[in-house]
């Protein structure tokens, strides 16, 4: 048997054991993990790395890259309403492409490998995706305070499904995006829910994420916004949640009962100071809890890594308790449970007839040693910039450093062109 790609002598995260391994892969699969010397079209040499699945980012906005450093150290509302909202307005396919770009060349260098994204343009984002060759579950953002508003966002969420859902050897999947609570009538959730119900597509939303949106929303319909997803029959399509920082213990059991998936966004729910979600609760009532980075500009990076750490030490503090969230449960959590949360199958570990989305990490940096626990290793000491080679479906699409699908340097020049464009328009 001749593989397409072959990683030569990698320690594997999932083994744990210090011991080196032959991957094979072929037709975009993890066809083999062993000891016997195995021959590929192509061979990478895997001395000194660990092999660790893609990262999975459960919720970001990616051209949101375009307004990195410019609007920090705000209140979630003032911050929208009053710098994001107006600079959102001038966005163009262009600058969503180049942002998009940006953003996806950042995720593959610090081995993320798959990315769930709500925004606008979502065409440009889904060429972005579709060019680089990285995983995307997209949803065109959807607000409206009424119904009329809100339909031509729906009309435009249903051609990026029909465009794009399962396109790229099904690299490419696509979600209705509600916004939030606070952005959609509760008339034009249920139209979304209908849309999706009648397409076969899931629901991506923000949901509860700050204590002002639970409250406003309770003075306005009585309800909590968990309530009120559930009430609009967004759940019954497929939820995956992004925030839910304030959950009482009835939202938890309705999550519970409708497989609700969340999104945890540790660093920008501290930047925004939204919160610390109850993640420990959550993972007790046996919910799915993957990670993400939210847009890079209440963050201010797509690393994945810092949100495994967060949310492992921030578990902990919220409990009072060290044993909360280990290092390999949040290091499930950037990567299978990411994959769960996305409702992508037979992705997020490195085992035989999954997905070949994974990342070499160099281990050669004195923050790799001494190799007591190697999820510890990556969870508390790696540096995302220890990954030196990322895959995507068998597809190299970093290698040595060097991105093999991108041109750097026009990505990181075109972006800054189109951001300074928008911030002079
Ligand atoms: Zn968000």
Redesign the pocket.
Known sequence: MIYDVVIKNTEILDKNDGETYQIGIRNGRIAYIGKDPVIGKETIDGSHHLAVSGFVNA?T?VAMTLFRSYADDMALMDWLQNRIWPMEDNLTNDAVYWGSLLGIAEMIRTGTTCFAD?YFFMDATARAAAESGIRAVLSRGITGPSLEEGRSRIAENTELFRNWNGHEEGRITVMYGPHAPYTCSPELLKAIAEEAGREGAEIHM?LSETAGEVKNCQNQFGKTPIALACDTGLMERGLLA?HCVYVNEEDLALMAKNHVRVAHNPQSNLKLASGVAPVSSMLEKGLVVGLGT??ASSNNNLDMLEEIRLAAMLAKVKTGNPKTVPAKEAVAMGTIQGAQALGLPRMGAIREGWKADLALYDMQEPHWFPRNDRYSLLAYAADSHDVDTVLVDGRILFRNREFTTLDIEKVCFEASRCAEKLKNH
Do not use: E, V
Request: net charge negative; hydrophobic share 30%.
């Open positions: 919720h906005h709500m923000h992004a939210d847009g």
